[in-house]
C-alpha cells in the first residue's frame, strides 16, 4: 500500500504530493491526516507531511519509492482536523483532494509582512471634553463625530494617557470607514502608530462593560446549552429575541475556559455590526475574516489564529476553518441562509462541515435562526439536536411588528398600477413625516427583470448563456450569469420593431420610483452593483444607521440581522418572486425572506408595520409569514417534503455535466444514468433516478449543461453512487472534454 503526502502545507503547495510505501508495522497506525516523518530530497533529510490519501498502485517505478520513516503520535492538530475534513468532503459532496484541501487550507501567496496599525486620540485626557465638543459642533462629517466619541469613551491608563486601538478594532468598533480615519488623523485629532504600545483591557467598553445583562429566557438558553451533553444545538428565536447575547454569554464562557470560539455569519454586510458588538465584550481578542481582505491582512489574521494570539473569529464560511488548536465552540448565525452552501467544488454544506470538526476536538456547535432550516429544526425534533427557544423580543418597549398583506390582484381592479400598494404607500408618507426611517425590499437588482419586443415577442438573451440579459441604469444590459454587457438596442434585432422595453422592476427602478413619489426623502440603495468599492458597504449601512438617508431600498442583503433602531416600516414589495424559482426550497426561502424582511421594523422603542405586497395572499408561506409563525409553516412544508421525497426526508444526489459539444455531454449523462441504474438494481438498493435533463440554465458560458438526479434515503449509498460514476469516468476517454460536478443536497436545482 502507498500513502499519498504533503510535505510543505505551510508554504501552501497543496498541488504537491508525494508518493511513500506504508510498511506493514505502520499499517495499522496511519491513516487520514496522520502526520508523518518522511525522508524527502537528495540527501534525505527528514521533513514532516500529512498523508492525504491510499493507493494500490504508484505512478512511478516502485523500486525508488522511499518508506514511511515513523507515525507522529499524539492529538489532532488544526491541520490533521483540515485534512480529515477535506477528505471527508470529497467522499460524500465529491471533488479532487486538491480542490477540497484548498478549500480547508487556504493557499497563502508570498506576501509582505503586514505592518500593523495602532490609533488614539492625539489631545490629553484634560482636553478631551473640549475636543469632543468641537467636533460635535461640526455638523458636516457625523462619521467623524461617532470616531471621536467612541476613542474619548475610553477611561485611559493609569498614568491619564489614552489606550492605543488596532485599526481593526477601531473600524469595527465605531462603525466608520478607513476614510473617515485617516481624515482624523490628517486634520491631528488621531495619532497613529506603527507598534503596538497598550492593549486596551477586555471589557473597558462602557456599552458593554463586564458581563451582558441577560434575560432569565436568555440565560436558561446558555445554561442549557452548555450543560447539555449533545454536540449541537439549534437556537431558535424570534427576531429581535436577543440571540447575539446569549452568543456572546457562550463566547465568555468558552473564553474562561481557555477555549476559542468560530463565529460564522452569512453576509459580509453583517460583519461591521457583529464584530463590533464582540470587540466591545472581548477587545483585540476578536479577528475578522472575509473576502475582503487582502491577501496580506489574511495572512495576518492566519498566523495570529495559530498563535493562539485570539480566541474568536468571525466571519462567512471560510472562517470556518481557521487553524485553532483550542476550539471550544462553532456559533452559525442564520444558519437557514444559502451562503453557508458552497458554489463551488466542494459542495460542502458549512453546518455539516462544522458538525464533523466539532466531533473532531469535542466542541460544541450553536446553530441559531427566527427561521430554521426544516432539516435542522427536523433534528431539533426528533432530539438528535438540542432545541431551545426566544419566543419574545429581548428589549422591553420592542414588540414584534404588524404585518399587513397588499393582494396586487385587488390593486390591479382598483387601477393602482405602481410598484407601491395604497397601504404601504400611505404608510411611507406617515413614516416620512414623522422623522422614522423605511426600508424597501425587492430581490432583484437591476433597473428591469428582462428586455423585450413588443411587436414580436423576442426577448434580448446573453449570446454565451440561455438566460435573459438584466437591464440596469445607463442603457445598459447585462448577463448575471457571466458578466456579458451590451447597450440596450434601439430597435428589435430580429423584425426592426422600435417597441422595445423593459418588463419587470429591479432595485434601481424601485430607487427612481422612490424619488419621483417622495422628492423629498433621501435614498439609498444596497444590492451587488452598488457595493463593488471595498467599503462601499459599510458606508451605506454606516450612513443609514446615522439617519443621513430616510428610506433604503436593497436585495437580501438589507434584511439578514440588521438592527436599525428607527425603523418602522418595511415594504416587502415582491412576496412572490422567489416562491416560484422552480425548486424545493422555493417555499422555505420565501418563508424565511418575508419573515427577515419583517423583524427589520419596530426593533427599538417605536412600534414597527410591515406590508407584504403578493399575488399570492392565501399561499401557506405568505401567510405563515405574515404571522410570524414558524410551527404553522414547518408542519405544510414538511408534509410537502415527505410526498416528494425531498430533504429531509431523502437525500438528492446531483450531478452536473458542462460541455461545449452538446451532442458528447448528451452520451456521456446517458451513460451515467445507464451506470447508476446497473448499480441499483445490482444491489437491489432503493432510489430513484431523475433525468438526465436540460439544466434549469441549459446553457451557459458557451457550455452545453445537463443534470442528473438520484433520490435515496440512503447517504451510504449516494457515497457509492458517486464513486461508481468516478470509476466510469475514468473508464471512458469521451468524458476527457466533459466537466462533471458533484452535490448533495442542494440548496437550488439545478
Known amino acids: 500500500m502507498y500513502a499519498d503526502v504533503i510535505v510543505d502545507m505551510a508554504a501552501g503547495q497543496l498541488d504537491k504530493v508525494f508518493q511513500y510505501d506504508v510498511p506493514e508495522t505502520m499499517a495499522q497506525s496511519v491513516s487520514i491526516g496522520s502526520q508523518v516523518i518522511v ?19 504508484t505512478d512511478y ?26 477528505y471527508k468532503m470529497k467522499q460524500v459532496y465529491g471533488s479532487t483532494m486538491i480542490q477540497a484541501l484548498k478549500t480547508v487550507i487556504p493557499v497563502r501567496r508570498q506576501v509582505q509582512a503586514v505592518i500593523r496599525r495602532y490609533y488614539r486620540p492625539k489631545a490629553s485626557k484634560a482636553q478631551a471634553p473640549a475636543v469632543l465638543s468641537s467636533v460635535l459642533e461640526d455638523r458636516r462629517s457625523r462619521a467623524k463625530s461617532r470616531l471621536m466619541t467612541w476613542f474619548l469613551e475610553d477611561e485611559g491608563t493609569p498614568d491619564g494617557e489614552f489606550h492605543w486601538f488596532s485599526k481593526e478594532t477601531v473600524l469595527a468598533a465605531s462603525g466608520v470607514s478607513q476614510a473617515t480615519l485617516k481624515a482624523a488623523v490628517k486634520e491631528g485629532l488621531v495619532e497613529e502608530s506603527s507598534r503596538q504600545v497598550y492593549r486596551r483591557p477586555l471589557n473597558n467598553n462602557p456599552g ?32 429581535g429575541s436577543g440571540k447575539t447575547e446569549v452568543y456572546m454569554e457562550l463566547m465568555a464562557r468558552m473564553i474562561e475556559q481557555k477555549r476559542q470560539v468560530i463565529v460564522l455569519i452569512p453576509e459580509i454586510a453583517l460583519t461591521l455590526q457583529t464584530v463590533s458588538r464582540f470587540y466591545g465584550r472581548f477587545g483585540d481578542r476578536v479577528s475578522v475574516m472575509n473576502s475582503k481582505l ?80 426544516v432539516i435542522s429544526y427536523t433534528k431539533a425534533l426528533s432530539g438528535e439536536y438540542g432545541l431551545h427557544k426566544l419566543t419574545e423580543r429581548a428589549k422591553k418597549d420592542s414588540a414584534l411588528p404588524n404585518v399587513f398583506t397588499a393582494d396586487l390582484r385587488e390593486e390591479f381592479k382598483q387601477h393602482n398600477y405602481s410598484i407601491f400598494s395604497r397601504k404601504l404607500k400611505q404608510m411611507m408618507g406617515e413614516r416620512l413625516k414623522r422623522h422614522e426611517q423605511i426600508m424597501l425590499f425587492l430581490n432583484r437588482r437591476g433597473f428591469a427583470g428582462f428586455v423585450s419586443c413588443r411587436s414580436c415577442g423576442y426577448v434580448l438573451k446573453c449570446k454565451h448563456c440561455d438566460v435573459s440579459l438584466t437591464a440596469h441604469a445607463g442603457g445598459i444590459l447585462k448577463c448575471h450569469y457571466c458578466g456579458f454587457e451590451m447597450p440596450v438596442p434601439k430597435v428589435c434585432p430580429q423584425c426592426g420593431s422600435k417597441y422595445i422595453a423593459g418588463f419587470g422592476t429591479g432595485t434601481q427602478k424601485v430607487e427612481q420610483m422612490v424619488h419621483e413619489a417622495f422628492p423629498q426623502a433621501k435614498v439609498l440603495r444596497m444590492d451587488k452593483d452598488a457595493v463593488t468599492k471595498k467599503d462601499s458597504m459599510e458606508t451605506i449601512l454606516s450612513d443609514f444607521r446615522a439617519h443621513k438617508a430616510d428610506i433604503l431600498v436593497g436585495t437580501q442583503m438589507i434584511v439578514k440581522g440588521h438592527d436599525f433602531p428607527k425603523v418602522t416600516l ?8 422567489s416562491m416560484y424559482a422552480g425548486d424545493y426550497m422555493a417555499c422555505e426561502r420565501t418563508f424565511g425572506l ?19 405586497q403578493t399575488y399570492q395572499p392565501d399561499h401557506y408561506s405568505v401567510k405563515a409569514a405574515a404571522a410570524q409563525d414558524y410551527e404553522a409553516f414547518y408542519e405544510q412544508e414538511i408534509v410537502y417534503r415527505q410526498m416528494m421525497h425531498y430533504p429531509p426526508a431523502a437525500h438528492i444526489r446531483v450531478i452536473l455535466g458542462e460541455c461545449a459539444d452538446e451532442a458528447v455531454l448528451e452520451a456521456c449523462m446517458k451513460m451515467l444514468a445507464q451506470s447508476a441504474g446497473e448499480y441499483i438494481e445490482k444491489t437491489q438498493a432503493q432510489a430513484e433516478i ?31 453512487l458517486k464513486e461508481n460514476a468516478e470509476n466510469c469516468m475514468q473508464r471512458e476517454s469521451r468524458f476527457r472534454s466533459v466537466y462533471i460536478q458533484f452535490d448533495l443536497d442542494p440548496m437550488t436545482m439545478y
Open 208 to 239: 458593554f462593560a463586564g458581563k451582558v445583562r441577560l434575560t432569565d429566557v436568555q440565560k436558561k438558553a446558555a445554561d442549557d446549552i452548555m450543560e447539555d451533553s449533545r454536540q449541537v444545538h439549534l437556537l431558535f428565536g424570534v427576531t
Open 594 to 612: 418575508l419573515v427577515q424582511a419583517a423583524g427589520r421594523a419596530g426593533r427599538d422603542s417605536l412600534a414597527g408595520d410591515v406590508v407584504i
Open 690 to 720: 431523475v433525468g438526465p435533463a436540460n439544466a434549469y440554465v441549459s446553457k451557459g458560458k458557451d457550455a452545453y449543461r445537463k443534470v442528473l438526479y438520484i433520490k435515496s434515503s440512503s447517504l451510504e449509498l449516494l457515497i457509492r
Open 570 to 577: 418595511v415594504g416587502i414589495l415582491a412576496a412572490d418572486l
Open 294 to 373: 487582502s491577501d496580506g491582512e489574511r495572512y495576518d489574521q492566519y498566523l495570529r489564529a495559530k498563535r493562539g494570539d485570539i480566541d474568536v473569529v468571525v466571519g462567512p464560511r471560510s472562517a470556518l476553518f481557521m487553524p485553532f488548536e483550542r476550539l471550544g465552540m462553532i456559533i452559525i448565525d442564520e444558519e437557514h441562509d444559502g451562503a453557508y452552501k458552497s458554489e463551488k467544488s466542494p459542495k460542502y454544506h458549512a453546518r455539516e462541515a462544522a458538525v464533523w470538526r466539532a466531533r473532531m476536538c469535542g466542541a460544541k456547535v450553536v446553530l441559531g435562526s427566527a427561521t430554521p432550516s
Open 39 to 57: 525522508p524527502f530530497g537528495a540527501g534525505n533529510r527528514k521533513v514532516r507531511g500529512f498523508v492525504i490519501g491510499f493507493s494500490e498502485k
Open 61 to 86: 517505478d516502485p523500486m525508488k519509492i522511499k518508506p514511511l520513516e515513523s507515525v507522529v503520535d499524539g492529538e489532532l492538530t488544526a491541520e490533521n482536523q483540515m485534512i480529515r475534513i477535506a
